[in-house]
């Protein structure tokens, strides 16, 4: 996500909370028996030693099932998405079900949400619900009317969403955040927390800003992360975490959220610096890594405490070689969630 935003509110970052083989065949018909006596009692036997190695019937070959409660785990060099170390593939794999429901007339209530998974386990996180926002869409390229329609954010009007950047060589932003985001999930889910997407990649575009604040605000969500990477110039690299400012408009009111949502977001800096290795930001938030704005929907119209981060700078060629990375976005995804989990108590 490339913009340019109003000064940051300062943060001393020593404030950080963190730091340091086939299936056997049956022949058919069954043998038959010779009139002439003299081979009556050859035909028979073989007949019989036939009926024992062919068996009752032919079935299928047993199904490996997983055990209970086994998952498969997903490589840190292989993102969800069919991309292996960044490099896009040129038709990503796309399950029957994700294609069904991934049509351009698929309904705004049908399409948008992800339904949260039920807590698994007895994790510190048990009992708390979290949402993760993957920025932008894979889809919103080829669905430019829909994504251009304005929509209101309390103080204003924004795009309904944007397609988001991309590296040079093509890796989009909106694939990068997905895989990040499902990798966060895996994380807090295995810490007990319950865990619901805005968009899970199933869907044909969007959702829209005010809808992604929405699914926050419904789920009564104990915090709500957007992930994202910039798109600023070569030279500018970093992380940096917006905070929501104070606005107070139309159907907007951030007055409750502004100081959850900054203690939120410090814990997330400082985890995710822990985590991967990343500087903050060194043309935003004054090397605080922080970023506060007034003119987000998705920060606007929230209920509940919520913060975006840009996870780094798809124009720059070191920070592209962490993006486009899956050992790397999986730090990420650890960093993030570890600010969540220390946010939440856990």
Same mark, same amino acid.
């Given at each position: 996500m490339s913009y340019v935003g109003p000064e940051p509110d300062g943060f001393d970052p020593d404030g950080w909370d963190g730091g340091g083989g086939a299936p056997r065949r049956r022949?058919?018909?069954?043998?038959?028996?010779?009139?002439?006596a003299a081979l009556v009692p050859t035909a028979l036997a073989a007949w019989l030693?036939?009926?024992?190695?062919?068996?009752?019937?032919?079935?299928?070959?047993?199904?490996?099932?997983?055990?209970?409660?086994?998952s498969s785990p997903v490589s840190p060099s292989q993102d969800e998405t069919g991309e292996k170390d960044g490099k896009a593939s040129a038709s990503p794999a796309r399950s029957k079900s994700e294609e069904d429901s991934a049509s351009p007339s698929e309904s705004k209530s049908?399409? #948008?949400?992800?339904?949260?998974?039920?807590?698994?386990? #007895?994790?510190?996180?048990r009992g708390k619900i979290v949402v993760i926002d993957p920025g932008h869409n894979p889809g919103n390229f080829q669905h430019t009317t829909e994504i251009n329609r304005s929509v209101n954010v309390g103080n204003g009007s924004k795009e309904c969403d944007t397609t988001g950047t991309s590296t040079n060589a093509?890796?989009?932003?909106?694939?990068?955040?997905?895989?990040?985001?499902k990798r966060m999930r895996t994380v807090l889910e295995r810490q007990g927390a319950t865990v619901q997407?805005?968009?899970?990649?199933?869907?044909?575009?969007?959702?829209?800003?005010?809808?992604?604040?929405?699914?926050?605000?419904t789920a009564k969500a104990d915090a709500v992360v957007s992930v994202h990477a910039d798109g600023s110039g070569e030279g500018n690299r970093g992380f940096h975490v917006i905070l929501p400012a104070s606005v107070r408009a139309g159907a907007a009111d951030t007055t409750p959220i502004v100081k959850p949502s900054r203690d939120l977001g410090e814990r997330i800096a400082g985890r995710y610096v822990k985590a991967t290795g990343q500087a903050?930001?060194?043309?935003?938030?004054?090397?605080?890594?922080?970023?506060?704005?007034?003119d987000l929907g998705g920060l606007n119209l929230s209920k509940v405490p919520k913060v975006f981060i840009e996870c780094g700078n798809m124009r720059d060629s070191q920070d592209v070689e962490r993006l486009t990375s899956g050992a790397w976005r999986q730090k990420a995804a650890q960093g993030i969630s570890e600010g969540i989990m220390s946010f939440l108590g856990g």
């Open positions: 022949f058919g018909g069954r043998p038959v028996l010779v009139a002439f030693v036939w009926q024992v190695v062919s068996g009752p019937g032919e079935s299928e070959p047993p199904k490996v099932m997983p055990a209970p409660g086994q049908k399409a #948008s949400k992800d339904p949260a998974r039920p807590a698994g386990g #007895s994790g510190p996180l093509g890796y989009t932003e909106a694939r990068f955040t997905l895989d990040v985001a997407l805005t968009q899970n990649g199933n869907r044909a575009w969007g959702p829209c800003v005010d809808e992604r604040a929405e699914i926050g605000n903050p930001s060194n043309y935003v938030g004054g090397g605080t890594g922080l970023d506060t704005r007034s």
